[in-house]
RNA sequence: GCGCCUGUAGCUCAAUCGGAUAGAGCAACGGCCUUCUAAGCCGUAGGCUGCAGGUUCGAGUCCUGCCAGGCGCGCCA
């Protein structure tokens, strides 16, 4: 419908042009919105105001000139010139009401939009070191990122979505020494744990079943594995310089063996992580392995080096990112000639590109912001399209408990994890809180708000106007009454209440949001859209009764019930909420 | 100190490329169940959009400068 107005308006100008009342045909598209004020039509377009100036008129004039230059059409009623030169658009009663008969015709294909064009896109989101569980800020980014790409999806794009694993680095390596520890731990050794190790109790937890399968195939003696190591922070050391020390003594001590542990490890948390997000109904079609990209970081070093971005300084091996708008250098390569994570970006980007998207999407917490420019910059010196990029941040959400912050880190073990919260306060609560703030806003999530099931919870509010909807359906039949959908359809001009017409135009606004939200990668828009639909259709429930003597009338409004039931489901499918039938 | 994000009703948040009278939910107050589920509906009240300038037909939105909060500024990831 909004096309329609917009291609009604460029005839009106290319008319125009013709007349030489517009010097030259702007070429832009003319700018429809939906009105906000019944009293302004259905759309309005403000394009007399943007044209006044170069057409040396006034807006109002302009506004008339348009007008009079716009062709007949079957779906406008009227036009009207408001306000300081904008053009209404009233529609045909008729063409509020196709909207249900679209949607009953289409029916779960309702709203899917094909603006994408099949265009490939890959996105890639959560991504969590596998080095613990998944808390509750990694939460906000798997339920925006799983909403984001579903919305792409429905609006015509070709959508993959992939799960980086950073299962090489040091941080792993302390992960493997942690539980190493807790093993020797379990052997009966009694040692000093790190002031930088991984304490939350699911590392004990892996060294139990480490130690179920190993027994004691991995111990060592205590006084070889702290022979001669430097001092930890807390006796007056630096923790860094102690955990890697401790790495180094644990490879040596274990050879072969150390594998063993490191890939146990990985494997408990990374196949507790898969089980987690798809228990959130989080799905992907590639987890990547950082590890796999061991060559590939090697052949991007060597292609930066001939091609002279590369330099020495301190032992170590430094990018020019500053030629690239960084607002530093990057070592890509450490003094101890391990690669840096960045490295392994390079080369997984280059990799994402070479698998040929049209479009690649990253999602990232807030605090890595910082890491933006250099990645743009690698891609650029790697010869690379950096205008197929875009990360996109989500704030992490700051955690309440009560009045109380709850502080956040993976180290000291105190976390809530997102299994927790799923737990207390439901997947579909949670899928929802989640994108219910855009994205970039930073989110106060009061655990004890959230966990108290209260009616707070806007998710109830919108599932429940989809159990209504079954409802009536199912007193339909205990009410001997039958719903013909055809007569319904033959019927729909019988939809005259201020309510029904309300919510047929909010039915009708569906694909519109799709495409909004999916472009803008605004999930949000979703959830208020929701809740604006349920609002409209709780309105028109208390206001008049459904199942009508009137036949006729019955049939019009199951009609209309049941074409919002189309959409509640839609909707919240893309969000990945239940649409239950009955609360 | 520099960079990114944010500042809107008591609280949590919306507001389409810069559009018309800045909107919801919660909390507060007052109504509505003999009728398809009251997890609902209707109404009232609540605002100098952090502050000060600027740009223009028009600014919560864009520009500049302040103020406040969050995050970042590793040879960690």
Known sequence: MKIEIETLLKQALTHLCAQGVLPIN?????????????????????????????????????????????????????????????????????????????????GSQFGLSDIGKGKKILIEF??????????????????????????????????????????????????????????????????????????????????????????????????????????????????????????QRARKLLQNRYDIVFNIALNIIL????????????????????????????????????????????????????????????VVQRDNGQPTYFTSDIAYHLEKIERGYDRLIDIWGADHHGYIPRVNAAMQAMGLDAGKLDILLVQFAILYRGKEKVSMSTRSGEFVTLRELRHEVGNDAARFFYIMRRSEQHMDFDLELAKSQSNDNPVYYVQYAHARICSVFRQLKEKNFVYLQAQGLKHLDRLTETHETALIKTLGRFPEVIENSALTAEPHQLTYYLRELANAFHSYYNAHQFLVDDADLRNARLALVEACGYVLRNALSIIGVSAPESM
Not at 35 to 45: I, L, M, R, T
Not at 184 to 197: A, D, H, R, T
């Open 26 to 106: 702007p070429g832009s598209n003319p700018t429809v919105t939906r009105s906000k004020d019944p009293q302004h039509g259905e759309y309005a377009s403000n394009l007399a105001m943007t044209l006044a100036k170069s057409a040396g008129l006034n807006p109002r004039d302009m506004a008339t000139a348009i007008v009079e230059a716009l062709p007949a059409s079957e779906v406008i009623d009227r036009v009207e010139i408001a306000g300081p030169g904008f053009i209404n658009f009233f529609l045909n009663p008729e063409s509020n009401t196709r909207a249900v008969a679209q949607i009953l015709e289409q």
């Open 126 to 247: 959560v991504s969590a070191n596998p080095t613990g569980p998944l808390h509750v800020g990694h939460g906000r980014g798997a339920a925006y990122g799983a909403a984001l790409a579903d919305l792409l999806a429905a609006a015509g794009f070709e959508v993959e979505r992939e799960y980086y694993v950073n299962d090489a680095g040091r941080q792993m390596d302390i992960l493997a020494v942690s539980v190493w520890l807790r093993y020797l731990e379990l052997c009966g050794e009694s040692l000093p744990f790190p002031v930088n190790g991984y304490r939350g109790s699911y590392v004990k937890q892996i060294a139990e079943d480490l130690f179920n399968q190993q027994q004691h195939q991995l111990r060592e003696p205590v006084l070889e594995v702290l022979a001669d190591l430097p001092k930890d922070e807390i006796d007056g050391g630096d923790k860094e310089i102690y955990i890697d020390a401790l790495i």
């Open 271 to 330: 196949d507790d992580i898969k089980n987690d997000l798809a228990e959130f109904g989080v799905h992907y079609q590639y987890w990547f392995s950082e590890r796999s990209l061991e060559k590939k970081s090697l052949a991007c070093l060597e292609k930066l080096q001939q091609a002279g971005y590369l330099y020495e300084k301190d032992g170590a091996l430094w990018f020019r990112s500053s030629d690239f708008g960084d607002e530093k250098d990057r």
